[in-house]
């Protein structure tokens, strides 16, 4: 296979900003299709870039032999009927994040990829990304000794919040709204720790709804506690005063501080005060182009692709067990 075929489900603003970008840049794709809920959605998104199917049902996409693989990109309350769906029908998936809406969920997908002898990702990119690697290469190097603790801090102002639409989340056996920044964002910076410091193990969280009203949660503060021994506080606040996206690892011998992480180009290694910059541009091209060339080559090659589907349940592990935390009022397992 020279190059991989690819549909698209869902046409929201980061499949137009990265994913169909990446799709068109990587020599070893063809974006084929778009299927969205509206079928005039997928037809300008298929007018746009260049593909030439457009369809509203996945059914279509599934049955369709000019499709190898289907980046899911819908709510993410259908990522894993979706997803399994996709697969059952012997095609290659990389899903938007978070995976899903659970961990069961999660080992639900995984284990129909399994079975269907095909690939499965998660799209947290920024795994791929210079500043992420560079931390990653740093932290084995020992330059902050052994780590301790993480903190991530994620807010927006109201202007930013207003009309974006809520994801769900499992909370004391009934399904609640949460905010995009409690839960989408953070599962984001979430899997990058993950990434530097290793897998979860338990979780506690508390949650609020302030100032959004109804079901949505607004702020979210959670404590993990991951196999390393290494501590992990992650504040999630919407409609705040301002922005912020404040990224920190702390170790026996130094941290590493990388604020903002998307905007910022510069990554900061503090050694009992003396201070090393390095510098750590925004991927050129699309955010989504360096994972999606490796799941590609990964496909064409015939070998895993370097980030699976159990790699990307883990953002989904911690945030369920922090809903389950919140509804028991207790220490909740992770995994």
């Not at 990702?121 to 791929?128: G, I, K, L, N, T």
């Not at 607004?218 to 390393?228: A, E, K, M, P, V």
């Not at 067990?321 to 028991?328: E, F, I, K, L, N």
Request: charged fraction near 20%.
């Amino acid at each position: 296979m020279d190059r991989l075929r690819w549909a698209i489900l869902g046409c929201g603003h980061e499949v137009h900003t990265s994913v169909a970008p990446a799709l068109l840049q990587d020599k070893h794709s063809r974006l084929v299709a778009f299927c969205a809920p509206k079928l005039a959605w997928a037809e300008q998104m298929r007018d746009q870039f260049g593909a030439i199917m457009a369809c509203d049902h996945l059914e279509m996409v599934l049955s369709d032999d000019r499709v190898d693989a289907v980046y899911v990109a819908s709510s993410v309350h259908r990522h894993c009927v979706h997803t399994i769906a996709a697969v059952e029908a012997g095609k290659h998936v990389v899903c938007q994040a978070p995976m899903a809406m659970d961990i069961d969920e999660c080992r639900q997908m995984i284990a129909a990829a399994h079975a269907t002898d095909v690939y499965l990702s998660v799209a947290y990119h920024r795994r791929f990304w210079p500043k992420a690697r560079l931390m990653k290469q740093l932290i084995r190097q020992g330059r902050i000794g052994r780590p301790l603790s993480g903190r991530i801090r994620v807010s927006t102002d109201a202007e930013a919040c207003h009309d974006k639409p809520g994801y769900m989340c499992a909370e004391s056996g009934a399904v609640q709204g949460t905010g995009v920044l409690c839960h989408d964002t953070s599962s984001h910076r979430l899997d990058l720790m993950c990434y530097l410091l290793g897998a979860p193990d338990l979780v506690t969280s508390v949650t609020d709804r302030v100032t959004v009203g109804g079901e949505t949660v607004d702020i979210r503060t959670l404590l993990c506690r991951l196999h390393s021994a290494v501590h992990l506080v992650c504040e999630a606040c919407q409609n705040g005063p301002q922005q912020s996206d404040e990224f920190e690892i702390y170790g026996t011998e130094g941290t590493l501080t990388a604020t903002p992480f998307d905007a910022g180009p510069v990554l900061v290694l503090d050694r009992h005060g003396d201070i090393e910059q390095f510098h750590t541009p925004h991927p050129e091209g699309p955010g989504h182009l360096a994972l999606i060339q490796d799941f590609t080559e990964a496909v064409t090659e015939g070998r895993p692709p370097a980030f699976d589907g159990r790699d990307g349940m883990l953002a989904t592990t911690i945030l369920d067990a922090a809903c389950r935390s919140w509804s028991s009022r207790r220490w909740e397992a992770a995994l």
